[in-house]
């Protein structure tokens, strides 16, 4: 299949409709133990195959690989996205602490300029203090042409009802938003999706495949506790396949590829970011990422079942909870 790709917001930036995402467990095979270059190999895969946003950050540790992937090739066959986590032990970090971090990203992107730049992971309570401090601050260094499109991003493990964003999305100053949404996660789309789709807002979809769907046991040991609580029908206590009716011939191929086309087709997204460490599954996901919608009785029993559902299946990437990051 052929990439499709869309205008991202107010941007004008023109992005295929799945980007790669360099952090997660994998970090482009970084966090499985494979090198820089291997790294840097499967970004070109994903280059190759029309993938041409490119989302990182420093907190990840793979700026360095996405800049190596990108020597030699036209700017503009990429739109590189990062970001600067702006806490320290919990404390939000001075807004000239920020640009250091836009530098530091770029020397390491070897870029003279990121398409986007994002604040990362903000908590609500901190959001007002940011926005105040750091919205002038990095206005000076759009103006220098370090970056053309300033994001925000939430952190969902820490912020599942969407406090942040729904603070974000009232200002005029972020061009971009990246959003946790996923089949059990769903509150996002009258929370968030509405209000970026009508400002304009572009948005990166985050969390669409999470240890919830992946890893073999974690779905029905969540369900069977939601059910256990009441939070879903007690029915589905001891369904050993709960999202099993998503999987048929005319349905998804799998779970993974029905996580992915839900988000995909989601009125208000605009890329579906996915995180790889293998070439094989980097296809994969594209391919999922490029199929048609699911059913619209499915999409109805999801949003019926499990569209109340907060707070599920926002795992942290490993890394990132042994590191007590935000």
Not at 176 to 184: P, S
């Amino acid at each position: 299949m052929d990439m499709e790709y869309r205008i991202l917001g107010r941007t004008g930036l023109r992005v295929g409709v799945a980007g790669l995402g360099c952090g997660g467990n994998s970090r482009l095979g970084l966090g499985r133990g494979k090198s820089e270059d291997e790294a840097a190999a499967l970004v070109h895969k994903a280059l190759d195959l029309g993938v041409n946003l490119i989302d990182t950050a420093a907190a990840y540790g793979t700026e360095a690989a996405v800049g190596r992937a990108l020597r030699g090739r036209r700017r503009d066959t990429a739109v590189v996205s990062t970001k600067a986590l702006p806490y320290r032990d919990g404390t939000p970090l001075p807004a000239a602490e920020i640009v250091a971090s836009l530098d530091a990203s770029l020397r390491r992107l070897g870029l003279t300029h990121v398409d986007i730049f994002h604040v990362h992971a903000v908590l609500p309570q901190h959001y007002a203090q940011m926005r105040d401090a750091y919205v002038p601050a990095l206005a000076a260094e759009r103006a220098k042409g370090k970056f053309r499109f300033l994001g925000i991003t939430e952190s969902p493990p820490f912020d599942p009802a969407q406090e942040m964003l729904r603070q974000a999305v009232l200002d005029d100053c972020w061009d971009v938003m990246m959003v946790g949404f996923h089949m059990l996660n769903q509150t996002p789309r009258e929370r968030v999706l509405r209000a970026t789709a009508a400002k304009g807002i572009g948005t990166l979809m985050m969390f669409a495949v999470r240890n919830v769907f992946s890893v073999p046991g974690r779905l029905q040991a969540e369900i069977r506790k939601l059910a256990d609580a009441g939070s879903l029908p007690a029915a589905l206590a001891d369904d050993p396949d709960p999202l099993g009716f998503l999987v048929r011939p005319d349905g998804a191929a799998s779970v993974i590829d029905a996580a992915y086309r839900y988000v995909r087709h989601e009125p208000g997204c605009d890329v579906v970011l996915f995180g790889t460490g293998d070439a094989a599954h980097l296809e994969a996901n594209v391919a999922s990422i490029l199929r048609p919608p699911l059913p619209a009785a499915d999409r109805a029993r999801l949003a019926r079942d499990f569209g109340a559902l907060e707070g599920v299946g926002l795992d942290l990437p490993d890394r990132s909870a042994r590191d007590g990051r935000p």
